[in-house]
């Protein structure tokens, strides 16, 4: 019996060891491709952030390429989601085979239309338009005084009305224009800026191009008129104040989304708007202007919610 003994231990071991391997496996294991649209720029910064922290939950997670250089073939048949950090890297993606596709860094506009052309696809996404609520809040803490609110758009005539009811929600007077060709814009812009005294600037596919940001930032200065827009990049170029989220941010919230996911399958969400934001001011437009914002950390508070409407 003495010399079992051994033998009958190092059994015992064996067993605790698988034992514990099994505990500490990880809970999750999907294979995630990721498929950028450009090898720079936020959409490296958003798979370089994922990337990293999928891989954390124990995900086996590719790097599936990009539009210019190829895509792996082979890890986007076997995905059990692929994250395309953009529209062109979900066209590609798409092009190839259909998996369920969840789109980061892209306008709501631009995902409606992609999803049009794939009706068929399990598809969602993770937008880049904050919600109007926010921009809104932002609005009422840079301007208080300032009730009329300009706002041009290209898009769905249906949008107009809900976008008007929001704006009175907070108080506010929307003097709002349909543009349907740049040729259309300086006059539309001149209508919207003389009914108004802040011109609100949304993520629209037309109205966001440089040629278009450019008139609408040169126009809105020539009217003494403050724009509120949606990124950091506007602000630098003249905008007055943005409310945006950052490629790391958007990675963060869809790793928050991946820890609600099983081990061998995903449920894609609906589309949805950023989770978190950022905000920023051109103080020297600012004061150009004659207008006195209240410190970042106040805005923060009060474009998050710390105030009434």
């Known amino acids: 019996m003495q010399r079992m003994r051994p033998r009958c231990l190092r059994a015992l071991l064996r067993m605790l060891a698988l034992g514990l391997a099994l505990l500490c496996a990880p809970a999750f294991a999907l294979d995630v491709a990721v498929v950028v649209s450009q ?41 059990d989601l692929v994250v395309a950090s953009g529209e ?78 929001e704006a009175a929600r907070f108080g506010l007077t929307l003097a709002s224009h349909q543009v349907r060709s740049e040729k259309e814009l300086i006059a539309a812009l001149g209508e919207v800026l003389s009914a108004s005294q802040v011109l609100l600037a949304l993520p629209d596919p037309l109205l966001s191009t440089p040629t278009a940001a450019r008139a609408i930032l040169l126009t809105s200065y020539r009217y003494q008129k403050p724009i509120i827009a949606f990124s950091r990049a506007y602000v630098t170029a003249g905008a007055l104040a943005a409310v945006f989220v950052t490629p790391e941010q958007v990675a963060d919230d869809v790793i928050d989304w991946l820890r609600t996911q099983g081990p061998t399958r995903v449920t894609l ?37 710390g105030g009434r409407p």
Not at 42 to 70: I, N, Q, T
Request: aromatic residues 4%; charged residues 25%.
């Open 39 to 79: 090898r720079e720029g936020p959409y490296k910064a958003f798979a370089d952030a994922f990337m990293r922290a999928a891989a954390s939950l124990g995900h086996r997670v590719l790097d599936a390429g990009s539009p210019a250089e190829g895509l792996d073939e082979v890890a986007l048949a076997r995905a």
């Open 269 to 305: 969400p609906p589309p949805r708007a950023p989770v978190s934001f950022e905000i920023a001011v051109n103080r020297q437009v600012a004061r150009a202007l004659g207008i006195s914002v209240p410190d970042d950390s106040e805005l923060l508070r009060l474009t998050a919610g």
């Open 88 to 165: 062109a890297a979900a066209e590609a993606a798409l092009a190839r085979h259909v998996r369920p596709t969840l789109v980061t860094l892209i306008a709501r506009s631009r995902f409606e239309a992609l999803r049009k052309a794939h009706p068929q696809a399990p598809l969602s996404a993770w937008l880049l338009d904050q919600p109007l609520e926010r921009q809104l809040r932002l609005l009422r803490a840079v301007v208080p005084e300032r009730s009329r609110v300009g706002l041009l758009l290209s898009g769905d005539d249906g949008a107009e009305a809900a976008l008007h009811a």
